[in-house]
T-cell receptor
Framework: GNSVTQMEGPVTLSEEAFLTINCTYT??????LFWYVQYPGEGLQLLLK?????DKGSNKGFEATYRKETTSFHLEKGSVQVSDSAVYFC????????????FGAGTRLFVKA | DGGITQSPKYLFRKEGQNVTLSCEQN?????MYWYRQDPGQGLRLIYY???????QKGDIAEGYSVSREKKESFPLTVTSAQKNPTAFYLC????????????FGDGTRLSIL
């Protein structure tokens, strides 16, 4: 079946550290891939997306590259800030089966000043 | 500004009671979704709808019901048959299509009295 696996959190970093949150997926067909961010007490917001192999999504200093050969979509940021503390969700969506989106379990990030 | 509005933000249910969570969008999206989020877990799909007067069960539909009488509105009823309703409920909408991101409301937190 289709699934998304993220690294378990929480991830704790100091300000200005490099961030990687790993995400791998299993899918039949060719999914679109997304990263969403959730701040406390709020809904999810789209952070970035990639719709085909080798695409790079980027936004607010975050980047992720769609790697078909390794079925991965790892999230990276070169220098995190305290304001980046949130829960990050990797997700995939297929062009079949009702276009449902499948979410990973989420990775909580804490950034210390 | 366009967006999704969920109400109320907090809701309490008594034993044997049905409660209805409201979700309204002014993004002109055809597709709408309801998710349940439990602490430390990802999102689980309850119901989704891709067009007015039609909706489909998601992965955990038992104990829930929905209606889609208007494009803008997709209310969720948590019935007394749902024995463990305490959770954070998120509504989302999107353009129909596998490469389209979802837009989320700020959620409703439901608790049992």
């Amino acid at each position: 079946g289709n699934s998304v696996t993220q690294m378990e959190g929480p991830v704790t970093l100091s300000e200005e550290a490099f961030l990687t949150i790993n995400c791998t997926y299993t899918a039949t067909g060719y999914p679109s891939l997304f990263w969403y961010v959730q701040y406390p007490g709020e809904g999810l917001q789209l952070l970035l997306k990639a719709t085909k192999a080798d695409d790079k999504g980027s936004n607010k200093g975050f980047e992720a590259t769609y790697r078909k050969e390794t079925t991965s979509f790892h999230l990276e940021k070169g220098s995190v800030q305290v304001s980046d503390s949130a829960v990050y969700f990797c997700a995939l969506s297929l062009n079949t089966g009702g276009f449902k989106t499948i979410f990973g379990a989420g990775t909580r990030l804490f950034v210390k000043a | 500004d366009g967006g999704i509005t969920q109400s109320p933000k907090y809701l309490f249910r008594k034993e044997g009671q049905n409660v209805t969570l409201s979700c309204e969008q002014n993004l002109n999206h055809d597709a709408m979704y309801w998710y349940r989020q439990d602490p430390g877990q990802g999102l689980r799909l309850i119901y989704y709808s891709q067009i007015v007067n039609d909706f489909q069960k998601g992965d955990i539909a038992e104990g829930y019901s929905v209606s889609r009488e208007k494009k803008e509105s997709f209310p969720l009823t948590v019935t007394s048959a749902q024995k463990n309703p305490t959770a954070f409920y998120l509504c989302a909408s999107s353009i129909v299509g596998g490469n389209q991101p979802q837009h989320f409301g700020d959620g409703t937190r439901l608790s049992i009295l």
